[in-house]
């Protein structure tokens, strides 16, 4: 803590004072609790270990220049675990525990948000696992909810800067009636392989397209794609993407902003169409995308020969910052002041 250099984190784990945890049990949740041990006491057998019964969440606390911490769509994540566990049967969450619980890993944890003007903010990492002992391919009946956070800075590496993508079409991350709208740990262990060949080759990461025709665009590695084009902004709908809490920001800011938005199926044909093409996530913010190449067809779709970042990109990221800083206001009700 005494020497966190604020302004040049990245995106790792910082150890902080607490994590909250939550347990289910005997069919119903109980007290929201918080402990200094970083560490897990689980049965060997327990489900999460065997049958990847887990989801997460991530989303960020911000420090305004006026000192108040802000978290970000708390809400909109409590009924995405809601959601993921659904998809894998587990236990749900009830959203007002779930914020609890992350209002008191911030609170416990406020020294470590970063001050404002680093840029930087406080990661907030919900995760829920069934913990139940079982041989048998069933759901648990025992689950462990737990908040831990951790100081970040950018995820791509410099921040709000233009990197190239790669299509490869010899993976797939969810299958096309699959996972992929859950945010399960089972479809990042899918991704890791994917991802590790696309940093050997330089690039930030891998650019899916649909498992079923690979016809349409997907997603950008842990982010969601949108483009530019004609004012409009344009982003993938699709059964095997995760529904994005800051896409969905954007597409009500990019709507005030004055621009049509579509949210459709993006054949791949209309990357050569579009003026700006940027990656958007909790962790990525708005990451720009320098060119996407084709590995299969060597293919490359150039949207920054000048690696600036776009205008539209520009104006949608300054806009989200100042709501999650805290220095517009917060019209939509986005933003959970932590007293
Ligand atoms: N897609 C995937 C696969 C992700 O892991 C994430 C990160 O959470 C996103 C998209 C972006 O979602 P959000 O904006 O809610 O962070
Ligand atoms: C996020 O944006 O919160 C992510 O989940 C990305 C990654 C760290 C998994």
């Known amino acids: 803590m005494k020497n966190i250099d604020w302004n040049n984190i990245g995106f790792g784990y910082i150890k902080t004072d607490y994590n909250v945890r939550c347990s289910f049990k005997d069919g119903e949740w109980g007290e929201v609790r918080s402990t200094q041990d970083e560490f897990v006491n689980l049965h060997m057998a327990a489900t999460c270990l065997h049958y990847g019964q887990e989801a997460f969440e991530g989303l960020k606390a911000f420090r305004g220049k006026d000192g108040k911490i802000r978290i970000f769509r708390l809400d909109e994540n409590a009924k995405r675990l809601q959601s993921s566990c659904k998809g894998i049967m587990m236990a749900s969450l009830p959203v007002e525990k779930f914020e609890e619980a992350v209002i008191k890993a911030v609170k416990l944890n406020e020294r470590f948000v970063p001050p404002y003007e680093s840029g930087a903010s406080l990661y907030i990492r919900p995760l829920l696992i069934g913990t139940s002992a079982l041989v048998g391919v069933k759901p648990a009946s025992e689950y462990e909810f737990i908040v831990f956070v951790t100081p970040v800075g950018p995820y791509f590496k410099g921040g709000f800067q233009t990197t190239p993508f790669v299509i490869m079409r010899q993976y797939d991350r969810a299958a096309p009636l699959g996972t992929g709208t859950f945010k399960v740990g089972g479809n990042y262990a899918a991704s890791l392989v994917a991802g590790t060949h696309a940093h050997e080759m330089g690039y930030s990461a891998v650019f899916y397209l ?114 999650q800083y805290g220095d517009e206001p917060d019209t939509h009700s986005w933003v959970t002041i932590v007293e």
């Open 210 to 323: 649909d498992p079923k025709e690979k016809k349409y665009i997907d997603e950008c590695g842990a982010a969601n794609f949108f483009a530019i084009k004609d004012n409009t902004y344009i982003t993938p709908k699709s059964d095997s993407i995760l529904p994005s809490i800051t896409n969905k920001s954007l597409i009500t800011l990019a709507e005030e902003l004055g621009m049509k938005v579509e949210r459709r199926q993006v054949h791949i044909d209309e990357l050569e169409t579009f003026e700006e093409a940027g990656a958007c996530g909790t962790a990525a913010v708005i990451s720009p995308i320098q060119r996407i190449d084709d590995y299969d067809t060597k293919k490359s779709y150039v949207y920054s020969p000048d690696g600036k970042p776009g205008k539209w990109s520009e104006k949608l990221y300054n806009k989200l910052r100042a709501i």
